[in-house]
Structures are given as C-alpha cells and as structure tokens.
Nanobody, 121 residues
Framework: QVQLVESGGGLVQPGGSLRLSCAAS????????MGWYRQAPGKQRELVAT???????DYADSAKGRFTISRDNGKNMVYLQMNSLKPEDTAVFYC???????????????WGQGTQVTVSS
C-alpha cells in the first residue's frame, strides 16, 4: 500500500503565502507524475499543478505566476508554494501521485486525505 500525507494548510490573509507538503510512503518502487488538486465547497475537484519525475511542470491558469510546484525524488515528496493567495483559493488541497510498487507493476494513482486552505481576513 501507498500513503500520501499532506501538511501545511491553514488560515492565511489575502496576499499571504503558504507552503504545502506531501509525503509519499509505503510500497514504492518509483513515482511518476505528482500533483496538487483542490476542491472548493460545492465545486468539482480541479487541477492546480503537476510535476513529472524529471521536473516538467504544468499549472492551471489560476495558479500561474502565483504557485510553484516542486519535488524531491529522493524523499518522495512534492511541494506547493502558494503566494499572493486570494479568497477564491480557499479549498481542500489534495496531493496525487502515480506510483509503481514493483519494477514490473502497473502505475496506480493515489490520493492524500487533503489539507484545508482558507484565505480570509
């Protein structure tokens, strides 16, 4: 089994910053793409940013210029630095990773339990 655990969420004022972290553990042979998604109340879960094993990144338009995704392959971790936060960024943020548990296994998508980010004055 593989577990993803997010941390770093909280309450921040508009214009503030937060850094989310996600640690992957368990039966891991290799991790391909990792990413962050978010779900606001009453809305569908949406992509925020993804990063490949090699470091190629992709961002939602709402995140470009404000958020930065990064990863540490040696530690099986992915991060999301969020700057210039807005009230509309309020959501539960989820970590996602495509993991293979053996050299010949198939890739499986795993999700963390989510961390709440609230942007409010």
């Amino acid at each position: 089994q593989v577990q993803l655990v997010e941390s770093g969420g909280g309450l921040v004022q508009p214009g503030g910053s937060l850094r989310l972290s996600c640690a992957a553990s368990g039966s891991i042979f290799s991790i391909n793409d990792m990413g962050w998604y978010r779900q606001a109340p009453g809305k569908q879960r949406e992509l925020v940013a993804t990063i490949s094993f090699g470091g190629s990144t992709d961002y939602a338009d709402s995140a470009k210029g404000r958020f930065t995704i990064s990863r540490d392959n040696g530690k099986n971790m992915v991060y999301l630095q969020m700057n210039s936060l807005k009230p509309e960024d309020t959501a539960v943020f989820y970590c996602n990773a495509a993991v293979r548990s053996t050299a010949w296994g198939r890739w499986i998508n795993y999700w963390g339990q989510g961390t709440q980010v609230t942007v409010s004055s």
